[in-house]
């Protein structure tokens, strides 16, 4: 799997950008709103745009330990491993790509301590001149730790609200309590680490979230490449952090949407031959962190940012059971194996 902390692409509504690769997403996840950004906005607009030239700039230099501060948490290691890509793949940044602006999403307390932005830039040809267009990078979750904005959150991909005519900044409401809900929320991120757990080791659970071939955890509980005929895998996931954000998100009604709540998990895959050695080949289909050689086992360790979209507990089931929907991006940020 590629990394895809800044992975460009083309500019969509706000709401289909962090949902594109997912595919689908609940009405209420997308409703209109009719919201209005508050005046601390501003300090977070500048903040990104101060933001983005200082990580490109670090991003050119191909230097990882310039990266704290910038980055913290799962971030920090999801940029390192796209530092690592970019040295094995001979692609670094040679030229920095404008700023062109920032959506901003983000709770209504004033004493604004996290928001999520999504970043929009210039693209550039191969001597640097930014040419006509936008791209957007994958929207990243920024934090205040003792006065000091950081990205501790990367390659998000969560539901947000968007208005039908723009995709301005918005308002991202506040939770209910926990009964509310079909799962309260300390429990989710824990319960999903259980159900990836069991569905790599071949089992089928019956849990409370999307399952199936098209569902995430289908795809995070395999790997792309090798295939199984090739190599055996041993999986593990380990909860990174429960909980960082939660909002809820409001159709216009009465009645309360469904609680987001953004936890991170990773995941280690232990790969091991069948017979002989695992070769992994120059531009071949093996993850981008594995370096091109022979081995004879490959521990290749992943991150990724999970949002779970959980219903209200409201008794309604004529349209069948609850489920927790679940969306993110899988980041795998460094590998190491043992030669043959």
Not at 16 to 30: F, K, N, T
Not at 88 to 105: A, E, M
Not at 186 to 193: D, F, I, K, N
Not at 253 to 265: A, D, M, N, R, Y
Request: hydrophobic content about 40%; overall charge neutral.
């Amino acid at each position: 799997m590629a990394h895809a902390l800044f992975v460009s692409r083309m500019h969509l509504s706000a709401c289909g950008l962090l949902v594109a690769s997912i595919g689908a997403v609940s009405a209420s996840a997308c409703a209109e709103t009719n919201v209005t950004a508050p005046a601390n906005f501003a300090a977070a607009h500048a903040t990104v745009a101060s933001w983005w030239p200082k990580a490109e700039s670090v991003f050119i230099s191909g230097d990882p330990k310039a990266l704290d501060g910038l980055f913290t948490g799962s971030a920090l290691d999801m940029a390192k491993g796209q530092m690592t890509i970019a040295s094995l793949k001979g692609s670094r940044l040679k030229y920095p790509r404008p700023f062109r602006d920032s959506t901003v999403f983000g709770p209504s307390d004033p004493a604004l301590t996290w928001f999520l932005a999504i970043i929009r830039y210039a693209p550039i040809d191969q001597d640097g001149r930014a040419q006509l267009g936008t791209m957007s990078a994958p929207g990243m979750i920024f934090t205040n730790n003792s006065g000091v904005w950081s990205v501790s959150a990367a390659d998000v991909q969560a539901p947000i609200p968007h208005t039908v005519f723009g995709n301005g900044d918005s308002v991202l409401a506040g939770t209910a309590a926990d009964s509310k809900y079909v799962m309260a929320a300390s429990e989710v991120a824990g319960q999903y680490e259980s159900y990836l757990t069991k569905l790599s080791a071949g089992q089928q659970p019956d849990v409370p979230f999307v399952t199936g071939l098209t569902s995430f955890a289908w795809r995070f509980a395999r790997v792309e490449w090798p295939p199984s005929s090739i190599a055996k895998a041993q999986f593990s996931f380990v909860v990174d952090t429960p909980q960082p954000v939660s909002y809820s998100i409001s159709d216009g009604g009465s009645t309360k949407g469904p609680e987001v709540l953004i936890f991170v998990i990773r995941r280690a895959v232990v790969l091991t031959p069948r017979q002989g050695c695992l070769v992994r080949r120059q531009n071949d289909l093996w993850s981008d962190v594995v370096p091109p050689g022979s081995y004879r086992s490959i521990t290749l360790r992943s991150v990724s940012v999970i949002a779970a979209t959980v219903p209200v507990n409201d008794g309604d089931n004529s349209h069948g059971r609850k489920v927790i929907d679940i969306s993110g991006g899988i980041d795998d940020v460094n590998a190491s194996g043992v030669k043959c």
